[in-house]
């Protein structure tokens, strides 16, 4: 059984990095064709796409949060990392990882994680 669990800081203050930590179970984030990837939902508003880390190594992101985020990954913790910088309080959101394969598509979502940006 896959397990895709998020953690990391609930409040972040403006201008400050966001970090946060994906820890998967069951699967390797080394596993061929796989994709983990962050997703994130603004109150009222759509799922949004920001990056993802690919079995090989390479990292994609979306071109409108490309300059400000980072993606890693530690392969022996089987964990994939994000971290955003100069946060506002638009980049208010659940937080969700995301098991992305090729062919399947998105099958495993972590539960999310509120992460709130204030002052």
């Known amino acids: 059984q896959v397990q895709v669990q998020e953690s990391g800081p609930g409040l972040v203050k403006p201008s400050q990095t966001l970090s946060l930590t994906c820890t998967v179970s069951?699967?390797?984030?080394?596993?061929?064709?796989?994709?983990w990837s962050w997703v994130r939902q603004a109150p009222g508003k759509g799922l949004e796409w920001m990056g993802a880390?690919?079995?090989?190594?390479?990292?994609y992101y979306s071109p409108s949060l490309k300059s400000r985020t980072s993606i890693f990954r530690d392969t022996s913790k089987n964990q994939i990392s994000l971290q955003l910088n100069s946060v506002t309080p638009e980049d208010t959101a659940v937080y969700y990882c995301?098991?992305?394969?090729?062919?399947?598509?998105?099958?495993?979502w972590g539960q999310g994680t509120q992460v709130t940006v204030s002052s």
């Open positions: 995301v098991r992305d394969r090729r062919y399947y598509g998105m099958d495993y």
């Open positions: 069951g699967d390797s984030i080394t596993s061929r064709s796989t994709y």
């Open positions: 880390m690919a079995y090989e190594g390479i990292d």
